[in-house]
């Protein structure tokens, strides 16, 4: 059935699309059409189709096609990607599919397990039942056996590695290993490193990494230096134009950051059995990474927070 997508409400807490997945996924909905309709419960709340649905936004859809499911349907379908996963010999394609709708229905039933809002969860702020709720990799690891560690790297995958990146990886068999961490490239490098790895002219994607930073730093040394200043012919209006598109464009690179963090600390939350099982050296060193990030942030953010206090001084002063 079609609903009005103004109709469609979706759950707070829930991870923003990433834009260019949206964008490629609306290109391919303009020239082929929807395949797969969004899915609903029983109160027109988003279940699965994040990404379907804000690409049709992006097209100027005004409706969209849907299916409802009560409660027992979604516990159902459940049911079905766990057997799925266990006895049908799967692709990794076909895994990631799997495994990122079952993270959909899981945290649409446990929205308590969602990333950001478990981990902060006290006695003082949660209920018991809450707290004893499994995460998403650990109840799929007892449901389907398979490690939390190999969850979260199919997660990543399939998260993060884009779908021209994902053809030419699946065209040339390329190894999990390998996947991963193009995944972990910008989007706009994923495409040039598999298709290098995929003609033979990169060994590696840390060959790749290598190959990039030289590029770069060439590209600075090549840039002509001159003793006199150059003449800026901007207007006023047009250099606070180009600073607030500067702005906009520092905070979204700082969230990329983030989330990027934040993805990468979903990896690792799967590999805690590893962390537990490292020699009294190596898990110092992991300890003092973890003091390092968080100087860091603190510094940071006691930096920003004089700057804006001196500002806020300095118009106060202005003004009088």
């Known amino acids: 059935m079609r609903i009005k997508i103004s109709d469609i409400k979706i759950n707070t807490g829930r991870r923003d ?30 279940i699965a189709g994040l990404h379907r649905l804000e690409a049709a936004k992006l097209l100027g859809w005004t409706e969209i096609e849907c299916t ?3 409660m027992d349907d979604v516990q159902a379908e459940l049911a079905e990607i766990d057997e799925n996963i266990v006895r049908t010999r799967l692709n990794r394609q076909e895994l990631c599919e799997q495994l990122l709708r079952r993270k959909e229905i899981y945290e649409t039933l446990h929205p308590e397990t969602r990333h950001g809002m478990r981990n ?7 209920n018991l039942a809450t707290l004893e709720t499994k995460s998403f990799a650990e109840d799929t690891a007892e449901k389907t056996g398979m490690s939390k560690r ?8 399939a998260n993060n590695l884009t779908g ?4 030419i990886v699946e065209a040339h068999n390329m190894t999990q290993d390998t996947a991963l961490k193009l995944s972990r490239l910008q989007h706009d490098e994923q495409v040039e490193a598999a298709s290098m790895l995929a003609a033979g002219t990169m060994q590696s994607v840390e060959q790749y990494q290598e190959y990039q930073r030289e590029r770069r730093k060439a590209i ?5 230096l001159s003793d006199d200043p150059p003449v800026d012919t901007r207007t006023e209006a047009e250099k606070e134009q180009e600073k607030r598109e500067s702005l906009n464009s520092l905070a979204r690179e700082f969230c990329r950051m983030v989330e990027h963090f ?22 110092s060193r992991v300890w003092d990474g973890v003091a390092a990030v968080d100087m860091a942030i603190i510094d940071f953010s006691k930096e920003v927070k004089a700057l804006q206090a001196e500002n806020e001084h300095g118009g106060h002063n202005h003004e009088n």
């Not at 902060?120 to 949660?126: F, L, P, S, V, W």
């Not at 190999?150 to 995958?157: M, P, V």
């Not at 600075?220 to 002509?224: E, I, K, L, V, Y």
């Open 150 to 157: 190999a969850i979260s790297r199919l997660l990543q995958i």
């Open 220 to 224: 600075a040394m090549s840039r002509p």
């Open 68 to 70: 409802a499911m009560g």
């Open 262 to 283: 934040l993805n990468q600390m979903e990896m690792y939350q799967g590999c805690t059995d590893t962390f537990a099982e490292m020699s009294q050296p190596q898990i």
């Open 17 to 46: 699309a990433e834009p260019k997945a949206v964008e490629e996924l609306a290109k391919s909905i303009s020239a082929v059409g929807l395949m797969n309709p969004v899915t609903l419960d029983q109160n027109n709340t988003l």
């Open 164 to 167: 021209d990146a994902r053809r």
């Open 120 to 126: 902060g969860q006290t006695a003082k702020n949660a």
